[in-house]
């Protein structure tokens, strides 16, 4: 089952390398209420919590119409369309950048849902990425504890809480979570992006760097390990390497928010130690 997680990687990615990751380099403003402001596309696999064509045809217009989607679900759900209405909505306003009612809904969702565990854990899931472009980690640790707890062996959980941990400041509990996912599924290429950033924020630099080049191994062209590796490389007094890393970046994710930070990085290296 795909996860909203799998489409907002980028975004959160953003959001986990300036607060998780932090930066070799000083950065501006993490782009995640950009992100949040702008209509975000779905992916085409949801976590279903009802059965039904009026389910089919409104998460149908999510994935091109979301104002649409969003006014077929208020007028089901005030017929009577129970959960699959207000999970449609929830998905809708998310979709128009309204994270934070997205957020509530989802949650009260996940938790008072009847549907089976796996779903309701993956609304849960919804929730974390919601509460993370509502720059609220605190909210998203919550949210992905509580499904957790219901579905304790969920990966893309345990990865989404530890992104929220990374962003709350709290490496060593990240790390925590982003190693039971790897003992699990080692071959989660942005698990071992996120275990290189979180060692770096705790100065454990070689082993950040050991992790970064795993990620790199299982996807020589995942764009946030490019970018993590630039940082580490320039921490490591590699401008040159770092530079390499950021221009990869940029070439083969041109619109991404890792091309951003890559970019910012590269304009705050050539104007010298002194911005730093």
């Known amino acids: 089952m795909r996860r909203i997680r799998t489409v907002l990687l980028g975004a959160l990615a953003a959001v986990l390398l300036v607060a998780l990751a932090g930066t070799a380099l000083v950065l501006l403003p993490g782009p995640e209420a950009e992100a949040a402001a702008e209509p975000l596309p779905l992916p085409p696999d949801l976590p279903r919590l009802a059965?039904?064509?009026?389910?089919?045809?409104?998460?149908?217009?999510?994935?091109?119409?979301?104002?649409?989607?969003?006014?077929?679900?208020?007028?089901?759900?005030?017929?009577?369309?129970?959960?699959?209405a207000k999970h449609c909505a929830a998905l809708a306003l998310l979709a128009l950048g309204e994270a934070e009612k997205a957020g509530e809904r989802l949650e009260t969702l996940g938790r008072l849902s009847r549907a089976p565990?796996?779903?309701?854990?993956?609304?849960?899931?919804?929730?974390?990425?919601?509460?993370?472009?509502?720059?609220?980690?605190?909210?998203?640790?919550?949210?992905?504890?509580?499904?957790?707890?219901?579905?304790?062996?969920?990966?893309?959980?345990?990865?989404?809480?530890?992104?929220?941990?990374?962003?709350?400041?709290?490496?060593?509990?990240?790390?925590?979570?982003?190693?039971?996912?790897?003992?699990?599924?080692?071959?989660?290429?942005?698990a071992w992006v996120f275990r290189a950033a979180a060692l770096r924020r705790l100065d454990r630099v070689p082993l950040a760097a050991e992790a970064?080049?795993?990620?790199?191994?299982?996807?020589?062209?995942?764009?946030?390990?490019?970018?993590?590796?630039g940082i580490i490389r320039q921490l490591r007094g590699d401008t040159r390497g770092a530079r390499a890393d950021w221009e990869r970046t940029i070439a083969i994710a041109p619109d991404s928010a890792a091309a951003d930070l890559a970019q910012q990085n590269l304009a705050l290296n050539e104007a010298g130690p002194q911005r730093r």
């Open 117 to 190: 565990s796996i779903a309701r854990a993956a609304v849960y899931a919804q929730a974390v990425q919601a509460w993370m472009l509502a720059n609220q980690s605190g909210r998203a640790f919550a949210a992905a504890t509580m499904g957790l707890t219901i579905a304790p062996g969920d990966l893309d959980l345990m990865l989404d809480r530890a992104v929220a941990l990374g962003t709350l400041g709290r490496y060593q509990d990240a790390l925590e979570d982003l190693d039971r996912v790897l003992a699990t599924a080692p071959d989660r290429a942005e």
């Open 212 to 229: 970064v080049d795993r990620a790199l191994a299982l996807a020589p062209e995942n764009a946030e390990a490019l970018l993590e590796r």
């Open 51 to 84: 059965a039904g064509p009026q389910y089919d045809e409104c998460l149908g217009l999510l994935r091109n119409d979301a104002d649409g989607a969003l006014a077929f679900a208020e007028t089901w759900d005030a017929a009577g369309g129970g959960e699959g």
